[in-house]
């Protein structure tokens, strides 16, 4: 029952307001009597009565604060009186949601991308325990793990309960009914699925025995393959399809939230008897460890130290100075990207906050509107906490508001993300609005009604009542709002000068890379990629292709020249790298093989490619197979290795795999390539001829006189009418390869610029709202002075000097602010310095600027005052 009486007060409270005035009543007319009784006049005795109990409208709050039932109907009944004030105020409602809902809906989309991409587990069985492996080279580099090396840290490793490794096997020629389409392939050890904790949906996993072989048997397909490709059909199982020219069987397909590594098509067993796996020296293997429960990565990091270290002892010239590195696998896949995603979320943060400075100089002006309606129900009784609840409820309503209307925005930003943001962004996919992200943009919501709501609600429920009565309570307290409003002015400028310096410098550092020459033209080049199929491991066939090919794609109409490499730059993050030595040169080491990364090149490309000739020449026709094997090297390598020498006829023994170290000579030298980024130097290659070297890797580089988009579909007819059983990956020019290759940068640079140029906003916003306040306030004040001889022109200088000098110091606070903020922002910045002396000043004379363009209006406004106007106001 009294469960039941306490939620029939919420929806009844007219009625028990009522008994409770009836009561009031009796208790007073109980009083009166008693005083009559005394011998009081009537009027005395009633006088003395209502004195005795005081205000009735301060009894009722009482009465009603006993009840935490009846609570929560004056909170629903500030809701109500919330609502109605924002109707009453309709342009009010709208500037402040609409402010408050592009702040918080900019954290939302970050907050979506940091949780998705940081804060989420990986989508694997015990993620925690996953390790990425690493080989690290002697110098100290990242690098990949031989097969013989994997499968010996397999046997000997007891800090894994799985230990399995990929290889990421480069697109492949994938044909079910004789067309053949470019697919992106992953040769996986058998236990690779079972290590990361998920099974294949249809069919079964790879078993140890399909490692037991030279070439790929069997496949596992990934699910947007399988619906693409076989419609889904349970069927599937079994069927055969063509990889590269040899026949496989499909003997399952993987779940839809399975997408390791990113973007794969399909899956087969790593071939242990090939003789590229058989080889300790060809490093390609990525292993994956699943630690066993209680073993921690400083224990198993130890234990693979003791395996690399016998391994040295035991294949001395293969693996002395070899090792592996272990690393968290979600650190492994995040990478760097972290920092950056924590800066945009504080970027996005600084926004929130200017947005959150505009309303509370809203509600400091609209509060000061109601100065004589809060003061009226301060004197019938009015509790300074029942006020304060009213003035918070209406902010979190206006939040809830925004909040709501931020869902929509953020969703949006999410969307946009997805489409547009880079490549190299991890788990991108994963990136969605769920209950985490509406859950973190309820807390901010909340968070923002206390930060903008709680200083004009406090500052309202302080107001003197009899000052307000006799209207002049802006006697009281117009200073101190002044003040404040000054404070909030140089938050918002301190802020968005922040973000203008940290916009300025990496969008300069965005240009300086776009900018930076790669080392080769880019200008009217076409470029697509292709495999060629294992019937063509024999070299006079391979070779014969290669130039019909060229031929016929030079005859087309505008094509000026036409190469090939096995790896064009910028293209992706793979490398192959060999061991060598140059004949004739001591080393202090003579186990220490020198290692650097290779390129395999017709003669054609470096100048399709625009790449220059420095000395020596370049591969030509009569470099065939059976004629001295010959080497091109570029600049980076020639001061690395000939810093004081001519390197044109010095001869190099490179390792060549089942050939050994192969005697090849120096005929040319290079211009160097930024071959991994537009960021990275050039580093040393050695190119070697097409024609000496088994590669069936093939990206063509055609030039062209006009639009190389045009020679799209004639190069792809050639291909299919030579071999129907070779695909083309998509084409691609390479301005468009090297704006991919910064798009990370681009994005970054972007968001940051997007978030600085609505603070810039928000800003310029909140000091014309200040100034217009400020300017009405002192109305009467600025028309006293022009009535005692004050110049329009000296009350303009006034009011910009206030300005001026609030900019001025939010802007040097914003720049000691981003002195700081640089430093985690330097890593990310490309041939500009963190603390760039020009940036800074231009992002200081921005906000100067557009802080005086916030003034100049109000400033006029008050410039304008009618003295005679202004008095009789008042």
């Known amino acids: 029952m009294g469960v039941f009486r306490r939620v029939s007060n919420v929806f009844f409270r007219a009625a028990l307001e009522r008994k409770i005035d009836a009561e009031l009543r009796s208790h007073i007319e109980m009083r009166i009597e008693d005083n009559l009784a005394a011998g009081m006049s009537p009027k005395e005795a009633r006088r003395a009565a209502l004195v005795r109990f005081g205000n009735s409208v301060a009894m009722k709050e009482r009465v009603t604060a006993a009840d935490a039932a009846l609570n929560l109907a004056s909170v629903w009944s500030d809701v109500r009186y919330a609502c109605r004030q924002l109707r009453k105020s309709p342009g009010f409602a709208v500037t402040a949601i609409l402010t408050l809902a592009l702040g918080i809906g900019a954290n939302t989309a970050i907050f979506s991308v940091v949780n998705g991409v940081l804060l989420n587990s990986l989508p694997f069985a015990h993620a925690d325990r996953l390790v990425w492996i690493w080989g690290r080279i002697p110098s100290g580099e990242h690098a990949s793990v031989s097969g013989p090396d994997y499968l010996d840290y397999r046997a000997q490793a ?22 053949a389409k470019q ?188 100065q004589r309606e809060i003061a009226i129900r301060l004197a019938i009784g009015a509790g ?40 190299n962004l991890p788990r991108l996919n994963e990136v969605h609005l769920n209950l985490h992200v509406l859950a973190y943009t309820a807390f901010i919501s909340t968070f923002a009604a206390i930060f903008f709501g709680l200083l004009p609600a406090w500052l309202a429920t302080n107001t003197a009542p009899q000052a307000a009565l006799r209207d002049d309570g802006r006697a009281g307290t117009g200073r101190n709002r002044h003040t404040l409003g000054s404070v909030l002015i140089v938050s918002e400028t301190t802020l968005s000068v922040c973000l203008l310096i940290a916009a300025a410098l990496l969008l300069q550092s965005l240009w300086r890379t776009l900018h930076t020459s790669p080392g080769f033209s ?119 290795y000939f810093p004081h020498s001519d390197p044109i006829g010095r001869h190099l023994l490179v390792f060549e795999g089942t050939r050994g170290y192969v005697d090849r000579e120096i005929i040319g030298e290079v211009s160097g390539v930024r071959q991994y980024g537009l960021k990275i130097l050039p580093r040393p290659i050695l ?44 084409f691609q020019t ?47 004040d600025i028309g006293v002075r022009i009535a005692l001889g004050a110049r329009p022109a000296q009350i ?38 963190s603390y760039d002396p020009t940036t800074y ?18 400033a006029r406004r008050a410039a304008s005052v009618n003295p005679v106007d202004a008095l009789r106001a008042e």
Not at 734 to 745: F, P, Q, R, Y
Not at 748 to 754: N, S
Not at 841 to 858: E, H, K, N, Q, R
Request: proline share 5%; with cysteine; net charge neutral.
């Open 687 to 730: 190119y070697f001829p097409y024609t000496q070297i088994d590669s069936n890797g093939l990206d063509l580089v055609v030039r062209s006189s006009g639009d190389p988009r045009m020679l799209a579909e004639p190069i792809r007819q050639i291909v299919a009418g030579m071999d129907a059983q070779i695909g083309v990956a998509a």
């Open 734 to 780: 390479l301005d468009e390869v090297i704006s991919e290759s910064a798009s990370g940068d681009r994005f970054d640079a972007i968001l940051i610029g997007m978030f600085a140029g609505l603070a810039l906003i928000l800003a310029m916003a909140g000091v014309y709202g200040v100034f217009s306040y400020i300017v009405a306030q002192q109305t009467r």
């Open 158 to 179: 007891r800090s894994f309960q799985k230990l399995s490794a990929f290889q990421r096997s480069g697109i492949s020629n994938w044909s079910v009914n004789g067309t």
């Open 796 to 833: 303009l200088r006034m009011v910009l000097r206030r300005g001026i000098h609030l900019a001025i110091l939010g802007s040097a606070l914003g720049i000691v602010a981003a002195s700081f903020v640089m430093r985690a922002l330097a890593s990310q910045l490309y041939q500009v310095k």
């Open 384 to 423: 300074k906490m029942r006020l304060l609840q009213q003035f918070m409820t209406e902010s979190l309503v206006l939040s809830l508001l925004s909040g709501l209307l931020a869902i929509l925005f953020g969703y949006l930003g999410v969307e946009l993300v997805r489409r547009f943001g880079p490549a």
């Open 183 to 370: 697919l992106q392939g992953t040769m996986a050890t058998a236990d690779f699925f079972d290590t990361l904790g998920t099974a294949p949906m249809l069919g079964r996993d790879f078993a140890g025995a399909d490692e037991q072989t030279g070439q790929p048997q069997v496949a596992i397909l990934s699910y947007h393959l399988w619906q693409e490709e076989f419609g889904g059909r349970p069927d599937v199982i079994g069927q055969t399809a063509r990889i590269d020219g040899d026949s496989i069987t499909i003997v399952g397909v993987m779940p839809s939230s399975f997408d390791f590594p990113t973007n794969t098509d399909f899956w087969y067993p790593v071939p242990m008897l090939s003789k590229y796996m058989q080889r300790r020296v060809s490093h390609g293997l990525r292993p994956v460890g699943l630690l066993k429960p209680g073993t921690s990565l400083m224990q198993a990091q130890q234990e693979v130290d003791a395996i690399a270290g016998r391994l040295a002892n035991l294949y001395p010239t293969e693996d002395k100075g070899w090792s592996i590195a272990l690393q968290p696998m979600q650190d492994a896949l995040v990478g760097s990207t972290r920092s950056v995603l924590l800066i945009l979320l504080g970027a996005v943060g600084m926004v929130l906050l200017i947005a959150c400075v505009n309303i509370t100089n809203l509600l400091l002006a609209r509060n000061a509107a109601r």
């Open 841 to 858: 000043f231009c992002s200081t004379f921005v906000l100067i600027v557009v802080a005086l363009g916030a003034c100049y209006l109000p």
């Open 522 to 640: 880019a200008s009217g080049v076409l470029t697509t990629q292709m495999v060629l199929p294992d019937n063509y491991q024999d070299s006079v066939k391979r070779i014969a292709f290669e130039q019909q090919l060229t031929y016929k794609v030079r005859a087309l109409p505008g094509v000026e020249t036409v190469g090939a490499i096995e790896e064009i730059p910028l293209g992706n993050e793979g490398n192959d790298d060999t061991f060598f030595q140059i004949l004739g040169q001591s080393l202090r080491d003579p186990s220490y093989k020198l290692d650097e990364d290779y390129r395999v090149a017709t003669p054609m490309y470096f100048p399709a490619m625009g790449i220059s000739l420095l000395r020596g020449r370049l591969f030509n026709d009569a470099d065939r197979q059976l004629s001295q094997p010959v080497a091109l090297i570029d600049e980076p390598f020639a001061r690395k």
